[in-house]
């Protein structure tokens, strides 16, 4: 059974930081590529940061050079250390883990991140 649990959310300051965690059960990171993603209010899901089963890295325009994504596959956690905060990062933050070959996904419940003053 796969379950994905997403923590670290919270209320950080512009400029802040953050490092989101998703912890993997059931899933094999050889076998599934890992995903982070997020949707604002009135908004749709976008892709923030996916990291592949050989450990290449994308991410979205709007976070890249200020977001990474990477993995501990002894906790068999990924991680999205976020930096450089924009109240525009404010969203829940999803993690997604889709099976290599296949367009089979599952999700986590998220987590929220706000970004004010």
């Known amino acids: 059974q796969v379950q994905l649990v997403e923590s670290g959310g919270g209320l950080v300051q512009p400029g802040g930081s953050l490092r989101l965690s998703c912890a993997a059960s059931?899933?094999?990171?050889?076998?599934?590529?890992m995903g982070w993603y997020r949707q604002a209010p009135g908004k749709q899901r976008e892709l923030v940061a996916v990291?592949?089963?050989?450990?290449?890295?994308n991410y979205g325009d709007d976070v890249e050079g200020r977001f990474t994504i990477s993995k501990d596959n002894a906790k068999n956690t990924v991680y999205l250390q976020m930096d450089s905060l924009k109240p525009e990062d404010t969203a829940v933050y999803y993690c997604?883990?889709?099976?290599?070959?296949?367009?089979?996904?599952?999700w986590g419940q998220g987590t929220q991140v706000t970004i004010s003053a």
């Open positions: 997604k883990a889709r099976r290599i070959y296949t367009d089979y996904a599952y």
């Open positions: 990291l592949s089963t050989t450990d290449l890295a």
């Open positions: 059931g899933v094999s990171f050889s076998l599934y590529h």
